[in-house]
Nanobody, 123 residues
Framework: QVQLVESGGGLVQAGDSLRLSCAASGSTFSTYVMAWFRQASGKDREFVAAIRWLGGSTRYADSVKARFTISRDNAKNTMYLQMNNLKPEDTAVYYC????????????????WGQGTQVSVSS
């Protein structure tokens, strides 16, 4: 069974940086796509970024494209989200997700989810 565990969230000020991690276990992830989603209080969960484990191709939401970087470490089975120049509107619970196949930005395409990590950005 695939397990995803996020870490790295916290409370920061606007303009600061954070790096989220997602440790994956329970499968061979070479055929997987991994993604980050986020959900702000009172809002729907939204796509942030995704990466294809094999090859490393990526996709980003327009709102984060110039500030966030998604990456993965094959040896550690870990995915990262480097978040720079954080803004108050980035405040949300960030979720790691995984699925087999092609990169997708729709959450119903992802079969496996982590428990989430809170990111709070003060102005």
């Amino acid at each position: 069974q695939v397990q995803l565990v996020e870490s790295g969230g916290g409370l920061v000020q606007a303009g600061d940086s954070l790096r989220l991690s997602c440790a994956a276990s329970g499968s061979t992830f070479s055929t997987y796509v991994m993604a980050w989603f986020r959900q702000a209080s009172g809002k729907d969960r939204e796509f942030v970024a995704a990466i294809r484990w094999l090859g490393g191709s990526t996709r980003y939401a327009d709102s984060v494209k110039a500030r966030f970087t998604i990456s993965r470490d094959n040896a550690k089975n870990t995915m990262y989200l480097q978040m720079n120049n954080l803004k108050p509107e980035d405040t949300a619970v960030y979720y790691c997700a995984a699925t087999r196949g092609v990169i997708a930005s729709m959450e119903n395409r992802y079969a496996f989810w982590g428990q989430g990590t809170q990111v709070s950005v003060s102005s």
